[in-house]
C-alpha cells in the first residue's frame, strides 16, 4: 500500500493528451515538493519534473507538472508511442521523515 | 555531469547481507543526498534510504532495522548492506542523487537485478 495514490492505468491516442493524479497529505505533498519519473523497464528511471514543476535540462515541455493543495499531476501532451512507460511520483514525508513514492501509472498508447 | 556506476552481487541466499556500492563520476560528495531505491519485480518503486557526505542517514521506516548505509569520499563511493536478505528482498536496486531530500532523484544508477534464493 503506497503513501501516494496514484491511478493504475491512463491511455489516450497518439497526439492526444493525458493527465497523472498523485494524492497524499498534509505530511507529504502538502508541505513539501513533488517529484515525477518515467520507468522504462530494464533502463533507469528517468526524472521528468521536480519541485512541483520544473523540468530538468532535456526534458521537452510536453511534460508538465503541478500542485495543489495535497494532491499532484502530471501532464503529457501530445502523446507518441516512446511514452509509453510507468510513472512516479514521489515526495518527502516530514512525518516519517522518508522520501515516499506513489504506487505508478502505467501509460499505454492506443 | 554527475554520472553513478553502480555494482554488487546479483545473486544472494537467504540470511545474508546483500551489499552494493555506487561510484560517482565526475562531481564530488559534497552539497548532496546519496539514496538507494528498488524495485521488485511487478512492483512499484521502494526508496530504502539516503547518506550525505557527513554520514548523515535516514531510512525507510519499514526496512530500518536491516539496513546500513555508508560512504567512503577518499574512493568517491557509497555502499548499501542489507541484512537478514529473503526472497521479499528481490528486486532492481538503484543508486541515486539528489540535491537534498526535498527535490528528488535527479540522477540514477544503471540499476542492478539482485535476486534472494537458496
Known amino acids: 500500500q503506497s503513501v501516494l495514490t496514484q491511478p493504475p492505468s491512463v491511455s489516450a491516442a497518439p497526439g492526444q493528451k493525458v493527465t497523472i493524479s498523485c494524492s497524499g497529505s498534509t505530511s507529504n505533498i502538502g508541505s513539501n515538493y513533488v517529484s515525477w519519473y518515467q520507468y522504462v523497464p530494464r533502463t533507469a528511471p528517468k526524472l521528468l519534473i521536480y519541485d512541483n514543476d520544473k523540468r530538468p535540462s532535456g526534458i521537452p515541455d510536453r511534460f508538465s507538472g503541478s500542485k495543489s493543495g495535497t494532491s499532484a499531476a502530471l501532464g503529457i501532451t501530445g502523446l507518441q508511442t516512446g511514452d509509453e512507460a510507468d510513472y512516479y511520483c514521489g515526495t518527502w514525508d516530514s512525518s516519517l521523515r522518508s522520501w515516499v513514492f506513489g504506487g505508478g501509472t502505467k501509460v499505454t498508447v492506443l | 555531469q554527475v554520472q553513478l556506476q553502480q555494482w554488487g552481487a546479483g545473486l544472494w541466499k537467504p540470511s545474508e547481507t546483500l551489499s552494493l556500492t555506487c561510484a560517482i563520476y565526475?562531481?564530488?560528495?559534497?552539497?548532496?543526498?546519496w539514496s538507494w531505491i528498488r524495485q521488485p519485480p511487478g512492483k512499484g518503486l521502494e526508496w530504502i534510504g539516503e547518506?550525505?557526505?557527513?554520514?548523515?542517514?535516514n531510512y525507510n521506516p519499514s526496512l530500518k532495522s536491516r539496513v546500513a548505509m555508508s560512504v567512503d569520499t577518499s574512493k568517491n563511493q557509497f555502499s548499501l548492506h542489507l541484512s537478514s536478505v529473503t526472497a521479499a528482498d528481490t528486486a532492481v536496486y538503484s543508486c541515486?542523487?539528489?540535491?537534498?531530500?526535498?527535490?528528488?532523484?535527479?540522477?540514477w544508477g544503471q540499476g542492478t537485478m539482485v535476486t534472494v534464493s537458496s
Open positions: 565526475g562531481g564530488s560528495f559534497g552539497g548532496s543526498y
Open positions: 547518506i550525505n557526505q557527513s554520514g548523515s542517514t
Open positions: 541515486g542523487q539528489s540535491p537534498d531530500h526535498y527535490h528528488g532523484v535527479h540522477i
